[in-house]
């Protein structure tokens, strides 16, 4: 397996042929590709491929049983959590308030530093009139808002993303997405981005690394090519992209299925 | 209640009329503890005097004095043989049973129950009884006979009740405890265990209660119902009974006539997993007093409950004359006139 | 209009009780009242049960006697100590459980065969430990309260969701921030309805504790009635306890209320 491009400089995420498998079942086959400086790094692939489970590695929270992942660069300032992630479920304390649940995770900082974040992360997310609230009386695109506000306010190297539109109903989705675009743009944030919708995929990423059915290997790096202001839902060129990806994905998730017919 | 009590005399009608019919004996049922002092029951049953009265007795065992009483109450038991106790006095004062004969007597002369302090406390100094004030007493119960025989003893040689630190602790077995551990200063037992301590010097006896406040430990109770309505039932029994008394008395009490047989009859009861050979000590040195014939110290149980009430542990409305029946066997002291 | 056309009925009813405070009050009074109605009329005799009105006179000769509230201080002082060393110990050792490996394995064996002996049955063992004093009635409640304690303090740190300790772990909290800021309050639901439960054992086994060498004390009290066969004032005792865990009940309540007020 050829080692991917490497720029020294500008890489913060390198992942070097991860393997996993959890008891005999093999998820994850030597799975490589960089993170770059300011870049956002969509992760797709059939269900079942390992997405969740390569993020989990590349954020620490599983020991892969094979390769490694190292981080690269300097950390931005005021950095005190380089790899932070963003949940599905949001995984927000129930019995903290907004700015309690962002609090939590201030430790170490000044008294003064930790209300100035908590202000800007909250202004950032639109939360500032909510910031009293319990999560249970908080929508969920607003508690999925919390959950970002509080990855913000750690100013993290790279994001971890996993799938953090995936329990919110449509519409919100759409906005939150809408967001999270505005929001990758004008903060410049270094991602790491699981999805299984190809929407959000080409709406948010620099590069699209598409993994196989399981055991996931890198099917294909695509490069979002269109510009980020031109990136509206629709545009020809998007949805060339889109077809693309699902193309790709198409074929694998259609042998997926059989294969799981065939093993029952 | 009365209609369950209705129906009990029914059946025990029908019952009756079944037996007399079938020439059959009588059965009736008597509650007992396993202990030395209810040996005349024990002989009476072996030795055929409940068979030649025409009773077939069956005796049920308990283990402590209360749960005879509630029997007695609900009919379960037509005689029992224990120990007074307030509770037992309440318990007769609502009409459920009634005092017909004695069973063990505290009496001046004959070995009783021993006022025994802890070691520490003798090394205290308490080895007078007159030094037991302020002390602490170890009782199984409140409203037990161990309650009554310390109130009596203080008013005897000048403490009050008040001036004790009761100790209930529930079982023979903890007081016991207690006191070989220093726990409790002192305590009133019978001369089986009393002996025992005194022997291993885990404990030293200053007196014996019989010669300060002799007193009627226990009696043979019968329920009122019995009593009132199967009166020559209750006659039979007591007539078997006094027969035990009497080789209890000759065999422990006045001599030693006929010891080893009436030791073999008890032996069956008491003590009956071990070997005649540990088993005979053990009985006779549990023998304490019965009066012949099982005749009452009635005057005593009066006093006793006149105590127990005026400490608030019988109710106001419990009167002996209600209860102690001394129609049976003519008593030992008759009854205070009214 | 067609001949077939029928409305929906609704069947999604029940399963989600409320509690109507007036309707538990009233079943209260309507047993009291039945009960002492059956004693008047004699349905029930004396010996059967005591009426009402004499249990209420038992309680009334107790409070003017100033004796109420010298079992119900002594009560309430073993029953405050007892249980609350019990619950303290308890919650160390469950959180020990639901932490670490080690205690783990070493400690949930001997939970489960201990949890199951009748504490009862160790009361001549506390006594020789502790003493006829004290110490042995405090033993008694605080190893009563322990096991409920231990056992849903460390259910309550299972099922803490996997996720929210992850989470901590994701942004680099310690390990006893994690304990104090997610697994503690995470597990306050299962700690706080330990108490309920230790609470109710503890008062239980106040009969227990006191039965041995107690002067006062409401279980003592109610020893010394079951002797004296004074039916009205064991019931009273009875009803002392009852009102005991009610007012047990509702402290913990309100606790609950305030505690878990973002559920």
Partial sequence: MPLPQREPCSVQLDIQSVSHSYGTLPVLDSVSFTVRDGEVVALIGPSGCGKSTLLAIVGGLLRPQAGAVFQEGEAPAGCINPLTYVFQDFALLPWRSVEGNIRLVLRGLAAREVEARIEEVLAQTHLSDFRRAYPKQLSGGMRQRVGIARALAVRPAVLLMDEPLSSLDAQTRVILLDEFAELFQRAGVTAVYVTHNLAEAVRLADRVVVLSRRPGRVKDVVPIAVPRPERAIDSPAMLAVERRLWNLIRDEAVLADQELADAR | ?338 | MRADRTPVTYRAGGFSPRMIQALGAASFVAVIAALEAAARLGWIGPLSFPAPSAIGAALADLYRSGLLAQHLGASLRRLAVGWSAGVASGLVIGFALGVSTFARSLGLPWVAAISAIPKIALLPLFIIWFGIGEGSKYATIAFGAFFPTVINTFGGVDNIPRNLIRMGQSFNLKPLSIILAIVLPGTLPAILSAFRISASIGIILLVSAEMISAQYGIGAYIIEQQNLFQLDRLMAGVVLLMAVGLAVYGIIAVLERWLLRWR
């Fill in chain 2, 1 to 338: 209640m009365t209609f369950s009590y209705r129906v009990r005399s029914v059946l025990a009608g029908a019952a009756a009329l079944l037996s007399l019919q079938a020439q059959a004996a009588e059965k009736v049922t008597a509650g007992s503890l396993t202990f030395v002092s209810s040996a005349p029951l024990f002989i009476a049953q072996e030795k055929g005097y409940f068979a030649a009265e025409g009773l077939d007795v069956e005796i049920k065992f308990f283990g402590s004095a209360q749960p005879i009483a509630v029997a007695i109450a609900s009919g379960d038991v037509d005689f029992g043989l224990t120990a007074f106790t307030a509770g037992l006095f309440n318990l007769a004062g609502k009409g459920a049973l009634k005092i017909v004969a004695a069973q063990l007597q505290e009496v001046k002369g004959f070995e009783g129950s021993h006022i025994l302090v802890s070691n520490k406390a003798y090394a205290e100094g308490v080895t007078s009884v007159d030094k037991l004030k302020g002390r602490s007493f170890a009782l199984s119960q409140v409203g037990s006979s161990f309650h009554y025989m310390i109130g009596q003893l203080g008013e005897k040689v000048g403490f009050k009740l008040s001036d004790m630190e009761l100790k209930p602790l529930q079982s023979v077995g903890n007081m016991l405890a207690a006191l070989k551990s220093g726990q409790v200063d002192s305590m009133i037992i019978v001369p089986q265990y009393a002996r025992a301590l005194v022997n291993a010097g885990e404990a030293k006896s200053i007196g014996q209660i019989a010669d300060y406040a002799p007193y009627q430990v226990g009696g043979l109770f019968a329920s009122t119902r019995n009593v009132e309505t199967r009166r020559p039932m209750v006659e039979k029994f007591i007539r078997a009974y006094q027969k035990g008394i009497a080789d209890y008395r000759a065999a422990f009490v006045t001599g030693e006539e006929g010891r080893e047989q009436v030791l073999a009859s008890v032996h069956k009861y008491v003590f009956k997993d071990e070997d005649a050979k540990a088993a005979y000590p053990k009985i006779l040195s549990g023998v304490m007093y019965i009066e012949e014939d099982g005749r009452m110290d009635a005057a005593d149980i009066y006093r006793q409950v006149d105590w127990y009430r005026g400490l608030g542990y019988v109710d106001a409305g419990v009167k002996a004359e209600t209860f102690v029946d001394v129609s049976f066997v003519k008593p030992l002291t008759q009854p205070p006139a009214k």
